[in-house]
């Protein structure tokens, strides 16, 4: 059973950073794109940055583009998302996600979430 476990949010201040962690497990995710999505309250849920596990191979929206990066660590099957010069729109519940189709969509299994607050 795959499980997703984010960590790492908190309260931060603007130009703050924050690095937000994604263990993974239960199977190899050598063929799957891992994503980092976000939610803030009355929004939908938005696609932030995605990694392609064997490749390396990134995407960013481009809200983050510049600020955020999304890495991976093989060998604890970890997924990471460092977030830089924080803006208080990135105020949001992340959630880390694993799937094998598009970049932006089709994921199929998700983390509970992890809370990000952008203090001004």
């Known amino acids: 059973q795959v499980q997703l476990v984010e960590s790492g949010g908190g309260l931060v201040q603007v130009g703050g950073s924050l690095r937000l962690s994604c263990a993974a497990s239960?199977?190899?995710?050598?063929?799957?794109?891992m994503g980092w999505f976000r939610q803030s309250p009355g929004k939908e849920r938005e696609f932030v940055a995605a990694i392609r596990w064997s490749l390396g191979s990134t995407y960013y929206a481009d809200s983050v583009k510049g600020r955020f990066i999304i890495s991976r660590d093989n060998a604890k099957n970890t997924l990471y998302l460092q977030m830089n010069n924080l803006e208080p729109e990135d105020t949001a519940v992340y959630y880390c996600a694993a799937g094998r189709r598009g970049v932006r969509e089709g994921y199929e299994h998700w983390g509970q979430g992890t809370q990000v607050t952008v203090s001004s």
């Open positions: 239960g199977r190899t995710f050598s063929s799957y794109l």
